[in-house]
């Protein structure tokens, strides 16, 4: 979530200005970027509290914990990879972003990379330069490639004006509408919570709809030259996802561990439901891919990744769309990526943009794989799979 702050409020615990109290204020002093330092997280979750979740309550313990899990003690954690925090005048953190470690391998090369997530910003306009400086101070890090998968508006403004655009096969969302009027109910629930008393009546003239055959988006595709598909657990996927990526020259060099660890954080997403983890077999048994997504009757299902046989990538979205629907969602949603944006986009899928990617090296080698989506650099290679993303905090 690659977001800046945009009001200027004063946040809770800042200091008053001289004459409030009848206490001098502390002599100001040079505003500053640095690394993220534990004591810092109680500071950090608050401003993550206000910005992204409820400002009238204080960042309950679990997110602080967690915060403190994946910024201080990622898997891949190496000390001068760290988060950066920005120190206004008065000697507090006016800001921050969030820096996740990513090993990937280059046509079997080790490359350092890391992702920028969470990027915060309070009292912008007492501190106009904060978020620019905490973005320049991660382009400045020892990483080989920078990368963002989040950047809004105003943060890709930044990029900008850095001279970076845009990755747009990357930087596209994608939504497939399974039930057209539970959708529409579950959109406007979204932003007018009372509409969701609808859902049984949307879901009523669905019904109706498939009945009557008038139901264009419900998926009904066969099975064609696969066996069967069936939820798997870690050991499986931990198998053979190494083998799904082996198709892309620039990809994550996971390991057992690593990977364990990442899915541990993936399984969790409150907000989204509960996950399910398919894989995808061909004739004789043969995985040809595998999907993982949140799922929510009469809600949209989210899509964290999609991996699959160049081959069979076709077959294992046609099996993502019919077990969503037989779960009663009313649509997917997800990141897109070259590999499946065409098969998207002929199984009546829908393309926008709500974040863009962005990448950032001083070796163009490791940006002409991304240009050329040869790349797996989202979802689990990502920022996606935290619980930043989707978690529920209480």
């Known amino acids: 979530m690659l977001e800046i702050e945009t009001r200027n409020s004063a946040r809770p615990g800042a200091p008053r200005q001289a004459g409030q109290t009848g206490k001098e204020m502390p002599a100001p002093q040079e505003s500053a970027v640095r690394a993220l330092e534990p004591a810092d997280i109680p500071a950090v979750a608050n401003q993550f509290q206000r910005i992204f979740r409820d400002p009238r309550k204080q960042a309950p313990d679990s997110l602080r914990a967690y915060l403190a899990d994946l910024f201080l003690h990622h898997h891949w954690r190496e000390p001068d990879l760290a988060s950066r925090v920005y120190i206004d005048a008065q000697g507090q953190v006016g800001g921050f972003i969030g820096v996740l470690p990513l090993r990937l391998l280059f046509n079997a090369r080790p490359v350092r990379a890391a992702v920028a997530g969470s990027l915060m910003v309070d009292n912008r306009a007492e501190n106009p330069l904060a978020g620019a400086r905490l973005l320049r101070s991660f382009l400045a890090g020892p990483q080989d490639l920078s990368i963002t998968e989040s950047a809004n508006r105003l943060s890709m403004g930044m990029w ?11 930087s596209m969302d994608w939504l497939r509408v399974l039930r057209p009027a539970g959708f529409a109910v579950a959109a406007l629930g979204h932003w007018l919570r009372p509409a969701r008393v609808l859902a049984p009546v949307a879901s009523l003239a669905d019904n109706i709809g498939n009945r009557m055959g008038r139901n264009a988006l419900r998926p009904d595709f066969r099975t064609r030259g696969h066996a069967d598909d069936r939820e798997v657990g870690d050991e499986e996927l931990i198998e053979h996802i190494p083998h799904f990526a082996e198709q892309y020259s620039l990809r994550p060099d996971w390991d057992e561990a690593a990977l364990r660890w990442f899915l541990e954080h993936a399984d969790r997403k409150e907000r989204y439901g509960e996950i399910s983890r398919r894989m995808v077999y061909g004739r004789g048994g043969a995985p040809l891919g595998f999907y993982i997504y949140h799922k929510r009757a009469r809600d949209v299902g989210r899509v964290l990744q999609i991996m699959a046989r160049p081959d069979a990538a076709g077959r294992v979205v046609e099996s993502l769309l019919n077990h969503a629907y037989a ?61 930043i993303i989707g978690g529920e905090f209480t």
């Open 160 to 170: 900008e004006r850095l001279g970076h655009e845009p990755e747009v096969a990357y």
């Open 327 to 387: 779960n009663g969602c009313v649509a997917l949603r997800g990141r897109s990526h070259p590999q499946i944006t065409g098969i998207l986009m002929r199984r009546k899928s829908l393309f926008y943009c709500l974040s863009s990617t962005v990448v950032h090296s001083k070796n163009r080698d490791l940006l002409a794989p991304i240009r050329s989506g040869d790349a797996l650099i989202t979802g689990l290679a990502g920022e996606a799979w935290t619980r």
